[in-house]
Every structure is written in C-alpha cells, then in structure tokens.
C-alpha cells in the first residue's frame, strides 16, 4: 500500500511538472516580431496628426494670450512647442504615443528589444522637433546676411568705382580687426580667429548660392533613409535611426503581412536617375565655364593690342 502510494504521489508529482512546463513554455518561447512597413508608416502618420492637433491648441493659446499679430510671428514656434509637449508627454516618459497604440506597436532598441533608455528618448525628440527648427533658423538668416552681403558688394562696385575695395572684400581681408602695429606682434591665436573669421565671411556670402544645393542634397538623404526602410523596416526617419530606436509588434498575430521591398527597388531606380542627372548638369556646367573663360581670354587677348593702338592715336591727338 505504502509502495503504492509513493508512486501514485511520484507520478501526480510528474504530472504537474510536466502541466507546468507544458503552461509555461509557451510564454517563454513567444517573441514578438519587428513591426512591418505598413504598421510604422500608419503609427507615423497619426503621431503627425496628433502633434498637429496639440500645435494648434498651443497657437490658439498663445493668440488668445499675445494677440494674432504676435501669434503669426511665431508659428514656427508654437508648432515646436507642440511637437516638444507631445513627443514628451508620450514618449519622454516611457509611454507608446498614440499612434504606437494605435497600430500595437512599441518602440525598442539595441540587441536585446529591450525597451529605449531615457538618453535615447531624449536624443529621438531633440532630433525630431528641435533640430528641423534650428537648422531653419540658422539657414534662413545665414541666407539673408549673404544676400545682404552680396547687395551691398555689388552696390559698391557699380556705384562708386574709387573706393578701392568694397565693404566685403575689407572686412574679409582685414577680419574687422585693426591693423597690426608690427608683423611680430601678433599672437597665433589672433591669426587663426582672423584666418576663421575669414572664412566664415566667405561661406555666409556663399551661402545663397549653396542653399539649393543644400536643400536637394537633405532631400537625396530622406529618401535614401526611405529606400532603406522599404528595404529593411527598421527606420522610417531619420531622427529614429540616430537615436537607433525600431519598433516590434505587440498586437495579435497575423499569417500574412505585407512588405515594401518592391516600393525600395523602385526608388532605388529614382535616386539613381537623379545621381545621374545631378552628375550631366555638374559636367555641363563646368564645360560651360571653362568654355567661357576660354572665349573670355581669347577676347582680352585679341583686344588688348587694339586697345593700346587706340590709347596711343589718342593720347597723339
């Protein structure tokens, strides 16, 4: 009875080892997936809804406060402060946003899908609000100092000839300092200050020029960052990839979910039309330069001996 009973025991035991592991497996062995192409792009588009929604809440506070002409002034800033108060309400404290609970998704990162650390939520709002405001900032007025300077170059050129050089070319060469009493008086820091604010002349009164380059050149890198999340699904922007922050699924489970690989093939082709096309106009241009100056010496040259003939009759006459 006693032997009976101690296998009865034994197998009940094993038994309900073996009902829990079997229970407990399944939880263990479950990992959620990377979220797909279509789950990110909807999450993205209802966060930029969303932020919208607080963007204009805070610009008809600030109206209702400052009045509608201070408010127009600053729209760039209240939509800033919207985005900021959003992305830090939700994702700054550790929360999905709405769009993320929308679509059952959940933001992680590095090796592990573990959940972001505050440093790299930090570093995604900065990169997604606050870093397309100050680089704006700073080209726009960057862009109207050069225009400035360019205006005032040229209006020192055709309106008055005997002024030597103009305001520009003065304060590039001399680096709004003084004039140096002796050559061994200066220090090396002075020179390399003068030799930077050079420079820094130099590349504000070209910026306007550059600033289209500039702009075609952001835009090659966004739609390079989108081919890449065609390809891939791990960053749909860029402020994202910086911060190395992906999303993974949380939702039901589906059979079939669709991909964008076919979308990055296609604008793999178109970035490389444009590669090619940006290459033609960058030859052309410099054959159509160097064309120019060629002709341009020609002429001189042609015309110099023509020009001293007739310096002389007159100065006969």
Known sequence: MEGSSGHGEVGSSSTTTTTTTSASSPAEGRRFPLAAQPEVMRAAEKDDQYASYVSEACRDAFRHLFGTRVAVAHQSETKLLGQMLYYVITTGSGQQTLGEEYCDITQVAGTYGLPPTPARRALFIVYQTAVPYIAERISSRVAARGIMLSDSHSSEIYGDDTDGENQVQSLVSTGRLSSP??????????????????????????????????????????????????????????????????????????????????LGVFLLIQLCIITAEGLRRSNLS????????????????SGGPKSLTRSSTMFAY
């Open 286 to 301: 410099s054959i159509a330069s160097s064309v120019h100056q060629s002709s341009l010496g020609s002429h001189q040259a």
């Open 181 to 262: 009493p002796s050559s061994g008086s200066f220090s090396v820091f002075t020179r390399l200050k003068q030799k930077f604010y050079r420079m820094w002349l130099l590349a504000v009164q070209k910026w306007p020029n550059i600033l289209p380059y500039a702009r075609e050149m952001l835009q090659l890198v966004l739609r390079t960052n989108l081919m890449f999340f065609y390809f891939e699904g791990l960053y749909y922007h860029i402020s994202k990839r910086a911060a190395g922050i992906r999303y993974m699924f949380i939702g039901k489970p589906l059979n079939q979910r669709p991909r964008y690989q076919l």
